[in-house]
């Protein structure tokens, strides 16, 4: 086909993609992010190789259960600190279309995308489609756990998958690695580039593998991993007894990591570049390795060390996943769980331990497909750790379409049970109701529950729909 | 109690439901390469994995645990295998890569992988488990499977399917059972979601020592209303 014709091709499906949008707004049907997407690969299916392929500093992808948006978002602000114009997909549409809705948002009529770089938070199972279709200069794999299970079968099988994308990647293209998370770094074997990150900080070390081990078993020979040090999880500084596989030796490291709570996490960057000292304003352990990836793709990008330094700085969060709301004398603290590790993470960094001063906790658990269908997941969580701190103050209000379940599991693990309340709107309000003026009420909502109590938190006055961001 | 690669909910249950009766548990973990202690132990809960470990599984279970289990199995002990330990506990097991498993042979069953056109067997189950007195109770809880379960002749299963697919999607069947030990595609977890059939194991193996034993009822409101808040939604459909 001529090229005049392609051209115009794209330009109808960029018109299409717009009309969909504004109808979809102003119908306040809320599919505003992947709608443009369809539309417009049904009209030009070419239309991510295309516009991907303008962008002059082409295309980096971030994949893995945990930290995706928040990753891709640094990585966008680090990048604007650095006068670099990146589009990307943010609200948390990371299938082929909402990638593509993206870039058709980004690009004017004639196809030519405004910025500079693209930056996508892909979805794990996603990523061999987004790979065959956009250029991809970087693939950062940030980590595999047990989340939706229900949806993809098997961990190891979602490695397979996500390795087969490597050849698709141009001959300069890299892929980017957790050193740290076993099966993800056993990626590295197939890929033409691999780059690694990991964090070296032995005082991190749980002692023992938390109850939620995915994947402690070696990637390619099955014998248990000997661990000197586990971080989350099944991550860590590990070494297979038996065969040749082994942590790969990390080229970004993370080292002398201090927590400060709620407040964020101090660490120091090394990089083939340097050295630098650097704030994390975002709580945990979690983050900080969210901020070690978005620095190594970065610079794996072209930014230099200080803007790195500086984006990394002054980023505040990502939508949804960290999250405060001021509503009226008191405030919302809403902390997105997705799976155990996370949930974990969130216990360890906000309710339990000293100076955590979480007293008022709302725990909001739905088994809609987005939020994974299978609640066994909330046994693997140590709510019994919680208990043996003595850290928990006031009972846990419990909602959600498993309130029930909820219920049972704090009951299994001798912590009080307060109020059972179902309903997500009348438990919010609820709990709001019981927290005291000046105080924070920490809200930990599965994804669609969170979606809820958001709205309802919107109606009272307190945020706007997340549409509108 | 010996938990054989198992499941974290169904060991606490068991746990908590004794403790709270003022009977002590001692929870022995049994990993690969490790034997079982037949006479030590009261209550063995057999759990399994992904397609690759089954595979290190089967191997480990070839030989003097596999034996130890099904004499255990035959003189009345208290037995729960779950999804991929279920499977292992049939005469066989083939992966979805072809490989063809031995399984322990406790019951008289074996796992066929998927076909390609076929899905995968994922969500909520309740299933109609029929006691001895002729009455019947519900068991509750998750399936997510690929295989499909084929009974034998001489099996019997655990129960019928009132919604959810079972075995294989077909034949209705859910599960296997043969004296004290049952199989099971159902977690979720099972045990916590089910404190009757939870007891039911605890009773049985304590009788087995003291046959004149009773369990002491708990307060079981906080379990039942999650229970029943999830069966009413699974039998609306």
């Not at chain 1, 003026?437 to 009272?460: C, F, H, K, N, Q």
Request: charged content about 25%; glycine content about 10%.
């Amino acid at each position: 086909m001529n090229k005049t014709l392609e051209n115009a091709r794209l330009s109808v499906a960029i018109l299409a993609a717009r009309s969909a949008m504004l109808a979809s707004r102003a119908l306040r049907t809320g599919g505003g992010s992947t709608m443009p997407g369809v539309v417009s690969r049904r009209v030009d299916p070419k239309v991510l190789t295309k516009l991907s392929k303008r962008l002059p500093g082409g295309a980096a992808a971030i994949t893995g259960t945990n930290g995706k948006t928040t990753t891709a978002r640094m990585v966008s602000h680090i990048l604007r600190t650095a006068n670099m114009k990146a589009v990307n997909n943010s609200t948390g549409a990371n299938l082929v279309t909402g990638v593509t809705a993206a870039l058709v948002a980004d690009s004017d009529f004639s196809g030519k995308p405004r910025s500079d770089t693209a930056l996508f938070e892909v979805d794990e199972a996603s990523v061999p489609k987004v790979a065959a279709e956009a250029e991809l200069k970087l693939l950062a794999v940030l980590n595999l756990f047990r989340d939706q299970l229900d949806r993809y079968g098997e961990l190891a099988y979602l490695g397979k998958i996500i390795a087969s994308s490597f050849d698709d990647l141009p001959p300069d293209g890299s892929v980017v690695l957790n050193a740290d998370d076993p099966l993800v770094a056993s990626l590295g074997r197939q890929a033409r580039k691999a780059i690694y990150f990991g964090v070296e900080d032995h005082s991190l070390d749980m002692g023992r593998l938390q109850h939620v081990a995915d994947s402690k078993s070696c990637p390619v020979c099955g014998t248990d991993l000997v661990y000197e040090a586990v971080y989350l999880g099944h991550v860590g500084l590990y070494d297979c007894p038996n065969c040749d596989f082994t942590r790969p030796e990390a080229t970004y490291r993370a080292t002398d990591i201090r927590f400060d709570g709620a407040k964020g996490t101090s660490l120091r960057l090394s990089t083939p570049s340097g050295e630098t000292e650097m704030k994390v304003r975002l709580p945990g352990l979690y983050n900080a390795y969210n901020a070690l990836a978005a620095a190594v793709v970065a610079m794996e990008m072209g930014v230099a060390l200080e803007d790195v330094k500086g984006g990394i700085e002054s980023f505040g969060g990502a939508f949804g996943r960290v999250e405060r709301i001021q509503a009226g004398d008191k405030e919302a603290f809403l902390l997105l769980i997705k799976n155990p590790v996370g949930f974990n993470e969130i216990l360890r960094t906000f309710v339990a331990g000293e100076g955590s001063g979480a007293s008022h906790v709302l725990i909001a658990i739905n088994d809609n497909d987005a939020d994974g269908r299978d609640v066994s997941w909330l046994w693997d969580v140590d709510f019994e750790m919680l208990a043996d701190s003595g850290d928990v103050r006031e009972p846990f209000t419990v909602s959600g379409i498993r309130a029930g379940d909820m219920a049972v599991r704090l009951k299994y693990a001798d912590l009080p049970v307060g109020s059972v309340i179902p309903d997500r709107e009348k438990a919010i309000k609820s709990a709001l109701e019981a927290t005291p003026s000046g105080e924070t009420l920490y809200v930990l909502p599965t994804y669609t529950a969170m979606l809820e109590i958001r709205r309802t938190l919107s109606d009272l006055g307190h945020t706007h729909p997340f549409w509108e961001e | 109690m010996m938990n054989l690669y198992g499941d974290r909910g169904n060991v606490i249950s068991i746990q908590k439901r004794c403790e709270w009766r003022g009977v002590s548990v001692e929870v022995t973990d049994v990993r690969l390469g490790e034997s079982i202690r037949p006479t030590e132990c009261d209550i063995f809960l057999f759990g399994g994995g992904q397609d690759r470990e089954q595979a290190l599984l089967a191997d480990d279970l070839s030989g003097s645990k596999g034996a130890d289990l099904r004499s255990i199995s035959s003189e009345g002990g208290v037995v729960l295998g779950v999804c991929g330990g279920y499977q292992l506990m049939g005469s066989h097991y083939e992966t979805a890569d072809g490989e063809k498993l031995p399984g322990v042979g406790v019951f008289d069953l074996h796992t066929e992988p998927r076909k390609p056109e076929e899905a995968r067997l994922i969500g909520n189950v309740l299933v109609r488990v029929p006691l001895e007195d002729g009455s019947h109770r519900e068991i509750l809880g998750f399936e997510n499977h690929g295989g499909r379960t084929r009974l034998g002749e001489g099996a019997e299963p655990l129960g019928r399917i009132v919604s959810g697919f079972g075995n294989n999607g077909e034949d209705g069947t859910e599960g296997a059972r043969k004296m004290n030990t049952y199989g099971t595609y159902l977690h979720g977890s099972l045990l916590p979601k089910n404190p009757w059939f939870t007891d039911r194991l605890i009773e049985t193996a304590i009788r087995r020592a003291d046959d004149t034993f009773t369990l002491e009822p708990l307060d079981d409101e906080t379990e039942n209303t999650a229970f029943e808040s999830v069966a009413g939604r699974v039998r609306r459909g």
